[in-house]
């Protein structure tokens, strides 16, 4: 059970609830399976550790290393040229071109083994003992596996198992194939570094982790678009939250002079708290978001997420900025079935910049405060996202110092970490001191910060 419980602190280290309970469950599973089915032994796991269908890549990546497969010996062939190993382009093409056709074929078993040849073959890089590795990037750079599309469609076209009519399905179904086997590669290139380094290592710092946890300044576009799906399942939860804050505070505070006075029927002893009640009333919210450069996926889904909880609050109102500032709440109102393209929406519709396209916090505050400082009142909250980093201009603190004058609260969202703030351009430290900043690099810190400072 060695591997299970460095299996459980793996996928712990990435963020897993994962108890005792459940770590016992899948204890007694494998002892009811047992291993000689890997693919079991895989499904097994899944069912008693996993809390969710997002969380089954990380799982399996993580699956791979420490319950690899057997390493997969050379496919032997009558001419030693059809090698991976066999020099040049020659042996290059070859081996494409089985690849090809066990992709028509579905040969799951022999993509596995030609992953493996791949990586031996073209995945090694570094020259002493101490540095040698396998790389999944220098081996698919070479293969280029993306461009057997054609070959693999005219292959299975060929063969009469599919009808012509379903070429745009073919086409998804192959690529799906091709990525498949892209994945083999990577995991084929972990094992053999594992294997070097040891697990718990490339665990940690080779397998990437669910995309709540990547930062928001290192997200891929996919890492951006998977993140946009749950915005809503992230927002009901939000709300659930808010919910329960609004009934606490609805009960209000103690009335320490009420509640004395009314002890003096029970001989001093307050009995019967008095409680001074919270008047209702939702507080209002705005958004001041710079959606420039790197922090753009950053505002984009903090802003898809703040408008789906729009029915907390008495009123919502965003504002984005490059250099100049625009209103665009009817833009986000517009695009809240379909988060995805909302940056692109945002700025082609709305006036952003000036006279170049760099961001500039001093002249998109003093713009805020000239032109919307009627959004800005005692029930109101601000949030500010961004990095801070104002490409050397002026920044401008007295507009925002103003801003926190008239607003309830302003609380500013960075995604950058402490240790650079402050660094090469980056203001924040000056802002700082005016506003609560707080770090947000990822959306897992996003959601909690905002439940716990969204006001109530």
Not at 36 to 61: K, W
Not at 98 to 107: P, V
Not at 211 to 218: G, S, T
Not at 422 to 429: H, K, L, M, Q, R
């Amino acid at each position: 059970m060695a591997r299970l419980t460095a299996l459980v602190a793996a996928l712990r280290d990435h963020g897993f609830g994962i108890g005792t309970g459940e770590t016992v469950d899948a204890g007694l599973a494998l002892e009811a399976i047992g291993f000689t089915d890997r693919e079991r032994v895989r499904e097994a796991l899944a069912a008693t550790l996993l809390h969710g269908e997002r969380q089954r890549p990380v799982f399996d990546r993580a699956f791979d290393l420490y319950f690899p497969a057997k390493a997969t010996a050379p496919t032997t062939a009558t001419d030693p040229d059809d090698r991976a190993g066999a020099p040049g382009d020659a042996g290059l093409a070859r081996l494409r071109a089985r690849i090809a056709e066990a992709l028509a074929a579905g040969d799951t078993a022999l993509l596995d083994r030609l992953a493996a040849e791949a990586v031996a073959g073209w995945g090694a890089y570094g020259s002493g003992p101490g540095t040698d590795g396998w790389s999944s990037y220098q081996t698919l750079s070479r293969l280029r596996p993306e461009t057997l599309l054609a070959r693999v469609r005219a292959a299975r076209t060929a063969s009469g198992r599919e009808p012509e009519f379903t070429d745009r399905l073919l086409d998804d179904e192959i690529r799906r194939a091709i990525e498949g086997f892209r994945e083999r590669v990577r995991t084929e290139a972990r094992r053999r570094v594992a294997d070097r380094q040891g697990r718990d290592r490339v665990a940690r710092r080779a397998v990437a982790g669910t995309a709540d946890r990547v930062d928001f300044l290192l997200a891929g576009r996919e890492q951006l678009d998977e993140l946009r799906r749950t915005v809503r399942p992230l927002a009901r939860k939000l709300a659930t939250r808010l919910a329960a804050r609004r009934r606490r505070a609805a009960r209000g505070e103690i009335d320490l002079r009420r509640t004395l006075r009314g002890s003096l029927s029970t001989g001093g002893v307050p009995v019967r708290p008095v409680l001074r009640r919270r008047r209702p009333g939702r507080p209002e919210l705005v958004l001041l978001c710079d959606v420039s450069g790197s922090v753009a996926g950053f505002a984009e889904f903090t802003m898809a997420l703040v408008q789906a909880l729009h029915d907390q609050f008495s009123r919502v109102r965003v504002f984005a900025f490059v250099n100049r500032v625009d209103e665009v709440t009817g833009l986000l109102a517009r695009g809240a079935a379909d988060p995805a393209g909302l940056g692109e929406r945002i700025l082609a519709e709305a006036r952003l910049t000036g006279w170049h396209g760099q961001s500039d916090y001093g002249t998109a505050l003093d713009e805020f405060v000239e032109r919307y400082a009627d959004a800005l009142g005692p029930r109101t909250v601000v949030f500010v996202l961004g990095d801070a980093r104002t490409n050397r201009a002026d920044p401008r603190v007295e507009s925002l110092r103003l801003i926190a004058e008239r607003a309830r609260r302003v609380h500013w969202l960075n995604p950058e970490q402490p240790a650079l703030w402050g660094t090469g351009d980056s203001v924040a430290p000056l802002y700082a001191e005016l506003v609560d900043m707080w770090p947000c690099r990822n959306a897992r810190r996003l959601g909690d910060l905002i439940g716990r400072l969204l006001p109530v």
